[in-house]
Nanobody, 113 residues
């Protein structure tokens, strides 16, 4: 059974940083593209960042230069390092396994003073 478990969300002040983690099980992790999405209240879920099995990355324009996606295949984990956070980054962040259409449970990120 495929399972994705996110962690690392929380409350942070504008300009602060957080690192999200997503631990995967039930798949050959190193062969899969992994993604982070987010959904803010009243808005559609949007793709934030993705990383392929070869390590190529893509980012939404709104987070380029501030967020970094990475992966540790030995730990079956994908990360999202978020720096220079803004109030508009407030959302529930979800890990997504594209090949199996599987979502994690989500982790809340709130950016507020």
């Amino acid at each position: 059974q495929v399972r994705l478990v996110e962690s690392g969300g929380g409350l942070v002040q504008p300009g602060g940083s957080l690192r999200l983690s997503c631990a995967a099980s039930g798949i050959i992790f190193r062969l899969n593209t992994m993604q982070w999405h987010r959904q803010a209240p009243g808005k559609q879920r949007e793709l934030v960042a993705s990383i392929t099995s070869g390590g190529s990355t893509n980012y939404a324009d709104s987070v380029k230069g501030r967020f970094t996606i990475s992966r540790d295949n030995a730990k079956n984990t994908v990360y999202l390092q978020m720096n220079s956070l803004k109030p508009e980054d407030t959302a529930v962040y979800y890990c997504y396994l594209r090949s199996r259409y599987v979502w994690g449970q989500g982790t809340q990120v709130t950016v507020s003073s």
